[in-house]
């Protein structure tokens, strides 16, 4: 039998997210009660309904426990998952399978992070004992390998490519704007962001996405079983995920215009989804901005653009929200915020009210397929997850 | 015949001007400049690197003299030889506990010469308390010989002589962070008779005076000192020429041998050279330059170092990378302890930049792999050394939110020489020197201190006078 992938077999009937942003009053327990209760009630189900859950958090707890404790559920099988920034895909993921095997009718999903309590500034991750002579490169530094190389391949003068980068932030918080729980929820002029301070040349402050506190959730049911539920539900007709062996920092033919995994991961989506011309097909994306470079490569990486053309498809605005594809409607990490477990599932949660006709001022004109992308590690190695989600069955 | 085979020397990128001292404390601090260890180097990192040509000669045993260790307790003549890929069963000895360091070790050194080969090296980077007159005397920096036997001397020792006296002159406890000295005028008495009397032993017993020396070396608590001292012994201008310097500063143990590797750098063949080398009473020696001395040249000779250094070094950058006071970390966390089972498991890869090679495809890696990336082979890889391979930067980062003691941190992405690809840290570079396509080398380094180990590793820094100077 061949292989066909999760191709509509399973729906999601019920969403929750919350307000991401510096939950200085509230602890991940609140943060995953309120997402859950949103999705529950979103789906028109209670807890004891749920059969099995996952949690998706990097850092914010241990075990199945960190949501059985929270929820008070009554002894149904959780399993916490983690797979870095990609942790909340991965957790959808999970359960999507779950369900589409048959072993549970109804599966509830939680992503959580809640970063702000360590007392940091970014993101800090518990470093596993090593010998120490790994560089204690930080998060956006390592991403902004990528703008250096792709600057002088295609070659762009630096203040060209800075605009580019800057001009994808602007986007992002044009479109946060629009949404109540984006963290940041104004615009921001470009000359702004050309000049904020410098965090890892060539990136600013305002390069990078934003640290929140936050849950989001889902609930997912087989394809069959869904109209039980609600009139609308968002079909799953691609998941996939690569994780790399990480030849781009062992070999030379890595050039650092590009990340590999994503290439991988979409060309099985597409593959799953029946996608030949993700650049007509594909009416809006949510893919992970961590850092502005990230997002112009990952154009290309998708096939958005044509490989050396991101950067022009920045400036002639295809990426606005008034463009042939948008990307990160709601403001992306850049302006909604990044709090790591509950990302993943906050881009589903934007392509689920996009469907559904629920963005308000942000709404598309009746998007029927949307793609999110997840990113987690480093432009090297990484796992990138890739879900292509629709509206209707197909 | 037993000498000295080879020299080489290292001295740190940057030097500050003793005028920039000065106008710090609102005093005179003298002229010229003096060198200033990087935030990331040591007396043990820079004696890699001043070692570092030496591989080639097999040496038996490494000597390692300093009067500022990295540890009171752990040797850092084990860490030198690794760095150096010797083998294990390589001697290994510390020598330390005062200036005299650099003689003790020197002499002990030739004493074990029949059995191989022993590469001695003296490093120093010693703290001095801010505004005291030591601070703009001191510099850093160190200077490696190859002792050895056979037609390769360039410079065989002729005599020896001690002279130990009871003193407190210049000292440090074992809790001390900076050099204590007493009175100036004390000082100098107190090493006066010492000298003569040394000088006197070794001259007599070569049987030759003081006329026939070419080059007169005396290295005491500090360069004026030294240098009346000579004169009291009755020398010229010419005997004292090497001695003779405002842009180094003193190096502590490394002072009088890089005395002597200026004499040496300019002599002839069967020239003298007289090394009074004062500590608690003063050690004397002999050497005489043989015919090999005309076909010998360092692979970095001090004009090297002359010709490219940085000498804008501010006061505050001095304070910061000396840790004299203390700053705040920021909101990120601090370095993690390295891990013991690691650091041993990785001794020889990280020390010695030792990556591996695949024996079915020929891709080379570091940090060693055993599955090949490119072909799948498992447990087929041969060790393959980074060390002295030609290295170019593919693309890089300049990090302002990296823990460091001076940012902002610089990243490359450095492919080398034979295939392999490593991350990088760049050291001795300002963020406008970094671009794709720049050469640069490895040179070893501290990289930070945790939980009391100070983690050591290879940096690489922009290839020095190719493309960098202004």
């Known amino acids: 039998m061949s292989r066909k992938g999760i191709h509509d077999q399973v729906s999601v009937v019920g969403m929750g997210c919350t307000k991401f942003t510096e939950h200085w009053d509230k602890s991940a327990d609140d943060l995953m009660i309120e997402a859950a209760y949103e999705a529950l009630q979103d789906a028109g189900i209670e807890l004891k309904d749920v059969e099995a859950a996952w949690i998706g958090t990097m850092d914010s707890g241990y075990a199945g426990t960190t949501l059985s404790s929270a929820l008070k559920s009554d002894y149904i099988p959780i399993t916490r998952v983690e797979n870095m920034c990609a942790t909340g895909s991965e957790a959808f993921r999970n359960a999507s399978y779950a369900v589409a095997s048959g072993a549970y009718d109804v599966a509830l999903v939680v992503g959580v992070e809640k970063l702000k309590d360590s007392g940091y500034s970014g993101l800090v991750m518990n470093a596993t004992p090593g010998d120490g002579t790994a560089p204690n490169i930080t998060a956006p530094a390592s991403f902004s390998l990528l703008a250096p190389a792709y600057f002088h391949r295609y070659g762009l003068e630096a203040k060209q490519g800075k605009e580019v980068l800057s001009r994808i932030a602007w986007k992002n918080h044009a479109n946060g704007a629009l949404n109540p729980k984006a963290q940041y929820q104004k615009e921001i002029s470009m000359e702004t962001i050309l000049k904020s301070p410098l965090v890892a040349a060539p990136l600013g402050v305002l390069d990078c996405s934003g640290v929140a506190d936050g849950a989001a959730a889902a609930v997912i049911v087989r394809t069959e079983d869904s109209k039980k539920y609600r009139q609308d539900p968002m079909y799953v007709k691609a998941l996939s995920i690569a994780a790399g062996p990480g030849e781009g920092m062992l070999t030379q033919d890595f050039d650092f215009t590009s990340i590999r995994e994503n290439i991988r991961a979409a060309e099985e989506a597409y593959k799953q989804a029946g996608i030949k011309n993700p650049r007509k097909e594909i009416d809006m994306a949510e893919v992970h901005d961590c850092f502005t470079p990230t997002e112009l490569v990952i154009y290309e990486d998708l096939g958005f653009s044509e490989r050396g053309e991101g950067w022009k498809d920045v400036q002639n605005g295809r990426f606005d929200l008034t463009g042939d594809l948008p990307v990160n409607p709601d403001g992306g990490l850049k302006s909604f915020g990044h709090p790591i477990g509950a990302s993943g599932l906050r881009m589903l949660y934007e392509m689920y009210l996009q469907f559904q006709g629920k963005a308000e001022k942000r709404q598309l004109n009746e998007p029927k397929i949307g793609l999110t992308h997840n990113l987690g590690g480093y432009p090297w190695q990484c796992v990138s997850f890739i879900s292509i989600v629709g509206k209707e069955l197909s | ?470």
Not at chain 2, 435 to 445: A, H, K, L, M, N
């Open chain 2, 1 to 470: 015949m037993k000498g000295i085979l080879a020299y080489e020397v290292y001295l740190p990128h940057h030097r500050m001007s003793r005028k920039e001292v000065a106008n710090f404390h609102g005093s005179y601090a003298g002229k010229g400049t003096k060198t200033v260890a990087h935030f990331d180097e040591d007396s043990l990192t820079m004696a890699v690197n001043a070692s570092f040509p030496f591989r080639k000669y097999d040496p038996k045993a490494v000597y390692f003299a300093s009067t500022t260790s990295p540890y009171q307790e752990k040797l850092s003549s084990v860490t030198i030889a690794k760095a150096l890929q010797l083998p294990a069963s390589t001697r290994t000895i510390d020598y330390g506990s005062g200036l005299r360091a650099a003689t003790n070790a020197f002499l002990s050194g030739l004493d074990a010469v029949k059995a191989g080969p022993v590469l001695l090296t003296m490093s120093d980077r010693r703290l001095t308390k801010p505004k005291s007159p030591l601070e703009a005397e001191m510099g850093a920096g160190a200077v490696s010989f190859m002792l050895g036997t056979g037609d390769g001397v360039i410079a065989e020792l002729v005599a020896s002589a001690n002279n130990a006296s009871e003193e407190v002159s210049q000292w440090r406890t074992s809790t001390d962070a900076f050099l204590r000295q007493w009175e100036d005028r004390f000082v100098a008495y107190a090493a006066t008779e010492s000298v003569r009397a040394c000088a006197e032993e070794v001259l007599s017993t070569a049987k030759t005076s003081l006329e026939e020396i070419d080059h007169v070396v005396v290295s005491g608590p500090s360069q004026k000192l030294s240098l009346n001292l000579a004169k009291s012994l009755g020398v010229d201008q010419k005997q004292v020429s090497v001695m003779n310097d405002s842009l180094i500063g003193h190096l502590g143990t490394a002072n009088g041998p890089m005395m002597l590797v200026k004499a040496l750098s300019v002599s002839k063949p069967n020239q003298k050279i007289l090394w009074l080398q004062i500590g608690d009473g003063c050690e004397g020696l002999l050497l005489e330059t043989t015919d090999s001395i005309t076909s010998y040249q360092a692979e970095k000779p001090l004009s090297y170092y002359d010709n490219t250094m940085n000498d804008s070094v501010s006061y505050s950058d001095y304070v910061r990378w000396y840790e004299l006071f203390e700053v705040d970390e920021g909101r990120r966390p601090g370095a993690p302890t390295p891990s013991a089972p690691a650091l041993k498991r990785n001794q020889e890869q990280n020390m010695g930049l030792i990556g591996s090679k695949c024996e079915s495809c020929g891709q080379t890696y570091y940090p060693k792999q055993r599955v090949c990336v490119k072909c799948h082979q498992k447990d087929n890889m041969s060790p393959f050394s980074l060390q002295g391979k030609k290295a170019k930067v593919a693309t890089y980062t300049v990090d302002y939110l990296a823990s460091s003691v001076s940012p902002p941190s610089i990243f490359a992405v450095v492919d080398i020489e034979g295939g392999s690809r490593m991350l990088a840290q760049v050291t001795d570079c300002k963020p406008e020197d970094i671009s794709i396509g720049i050469e640069v080398e490895f040179s070893f380094r501290k990289l930070y201190e945790a939980g009391g180990i100070h983690n050591y590793f290879w940096k690489v820094v922009p290839k020095r006078g190719v493309h960098h100077e202004s």
